[in-house]
């Protein structure tokens, strides 16, 4: 180990251990992720070995991230095998093990189990899931999540896909009539998966019931071709996330059966009557779960970034503080220690409020089950700015930890490169930041006029004290 | 309301900051939309605004929860770490202070001379917490092998990592590459 380090490590003044437990929730948690390593480093071989990604072609790297791909998600099937009730070990699960992923560049599975998993599992009634979800858990059939179309992006209610139902076969036909309905984006869907839920504009005796989700088969299960009707490919090379597989598909009056609607809430009956859902906000459940799992993936990237730029800055050594001196350990300097200790406790400020917007997550998705919607709105704007700032946040202590490390920094080889990209990417992917702002916003504003009608939800509960008569 | 320097000052100006900017929002929508213009429009004309009140409630919060939740955490921890903990909560709250200057002197009591005493208190800070740098860091515990770096390893072993990369580079795998003799050399010699 370099002497430097050496030092750095016995003048620390507190016990690393304590630290450790600390952050990973308890002793217990420490010792499941050091037994999910384990398991992971059983094949340090065949998933770290071999010729680094980024001197592999386009097609070569998808190809080599597909087969570590396979080892990693046989792994991670075994041990969600052991804990498939949990929904936080479902989240651990995500945190740890698929987030801090072996691939500098994203995973062809990442979707299958960030978005296609959680909204299933939301939407899909007793026989969907009786009919799927087994198969969706041991990867048998790995799924995507098509939302985003070429030319529409957040406002889904623009969508232009429509899904119009055939009582006479009873079929919904999906279709995607212009360019700029193609689905696009959704990662896993170029190449890898068999499945997706696709979001569509749905008809039923001539009339628009709004955006709904279908199970889709995508390619034969068998030969993996895509189905007649189906236009799918993938997206081309990206600044970052070039493993992830992202896809484009476009629908040519493609035929699903009726069970194929996600029905745990709104239905399609067999005449084609329309049944509405008792609560059409039950399915902001999964889109908020997602964003909290973006929450801890921040904190993750980060966490990586500013222990590459300290141990880097510990190690190397430049310049004379004073004439006659050695050179000093760049760590030394104010102007680093502004960069990376301010990212250090920015990573550990996150994380605490990864963990607080969780618990607030699973508090109000209870009451929500119950029919109590009284903190959705407080709920959805807490997930709404807390991913648009841990993404931004990160992303910007990202680039200083790059910086801190002069050109070493610019080496992909350092990492750095590459978790930017990463972190830069979470910016726009669910929920442009800004349009997220906008939406905090628009709660804050709503909150702001019904100030003095009653009490306040917690997290803005401290406008009614900063706004009381002679406070400011 | 007088400003505090310290933490707990700097959340509640913080939370002057949200609010001060929402109700201000609410003001301009208000004057818009009264002076004819849609609803629309007028939530268009000032979203830069309304992006920046979402940003500063965030910030409140991020700031607040953090404070909140370590002081309750550090009552069970050693004293030692409790002590670097409460230095990194004050840390990220200055820093976020004099980031947010402009807002902070636009909306609320603080003065140039607690300024001054801030950045002051930020590189005091700094200076604490530099011996627990490395420390704090391999608290996370990340194994090499998810780090992926040459320059975060465990073992600092930079330089050695550094090379052993560069020669994985396919250009290395060959003394002469092929496009000295196709392109370099006709071309140094005048020949294209």
Known sequence: VNKDLIKERAKCTFNVTELTYFLDGGKEKTFERKERERALLSKREELFGGTPDEYLSHKEKYENSMRKAVILFSLLRKIQEANNTDLTNYRNLLSGVLSASISQDGSPFGLHYIMFMPVFMSQADEEQQKKWLHRALNCSIIGSYAQTELGHGTFIRGLETTATYDPSTQEFVLHSPTLTSYKWWPGGLGNTVNYCIVIAQLYSKGECHGVHSFIVQVRDEDTHMPLPGIKVGEIGVKMGLNAVNNGFIGFDNVRIPRTNMLMKHAKILEDGTYVKSKNSKLIYGAMVFVRVVIVFDSVNYLAKAITVATRYSAVRRQSQLKEGEPERQILDYVTQQDKILTAIAGCFAMKMNARMLWDTFNVINDQLHQGNMERLGELHALACCLKAISTTDSSMFTERCRLACGGHGYMVSSNLPPTYALTTASCTYEGDNTVLLLQTARFLLKTWRQIDSGPLTPTVQYLKTVSAPGFS | ?192
């Not at chain 2, 409790?82 to 004099?98: I, S």
């Not at chain 2, 607690?114 to 515990?141: C, H, M, Q, T, W």
């Not at chain 2, 390893?153 to 990592?161: F, I, K, L, N, T």
């Open chain 2, 1 to 192: 309301y007088k400003w505090e320097n310290s933490v707990e000052g700097i959340i509640r100006g913080f939370q002057i900051v949200s609010m001060r900017k929402i109700s201000s929002c609410l003001d301009l929508m208000t004057s818009k939309v009264m002076s004819g213009m849609s609803q629309a429009d007028a939530w268009n004309t000032i979203s830069i605004q309304l992006v920046s009140a979402g940003e500063s409630h965030c910030r409140a919060i991020v700031i607040s929860t953090f404070h909140e939740d370590m002081s309750k955490a550090m009552k069970s921890m050693s004293a030692p770490l409790a002590e670097v903990m409460g230095q990194l909560v004050e840390l990220y709250a200055v820093y976020w202070a004099l980031e947010r200057l402009g807002d902070l002197l636009e909306y609320t009591s603080i003065s140039g001379a607690d300024v001054v005493k801030l950045r002051s208190r930020y590189e005091e800070l700094l200076r604490k917490i530099r011996p627990n740098a490395v420390g704090l860091v391999d608290a996370f515990d990340i194994i090499d092998e998810l780090l992926q770096s040459s320059l975060g390893a465990y073992d600092g072993r930079v330089y050695e990592r550094l090379m052993e990369e560069a020669l994985k580079s396919p250009l290395n795998a060959e003394p002469v590459n092929q496009s000295f003799h196709k392109y370099l050399k006709p071309f140094m010699q005048g020949k294209l």
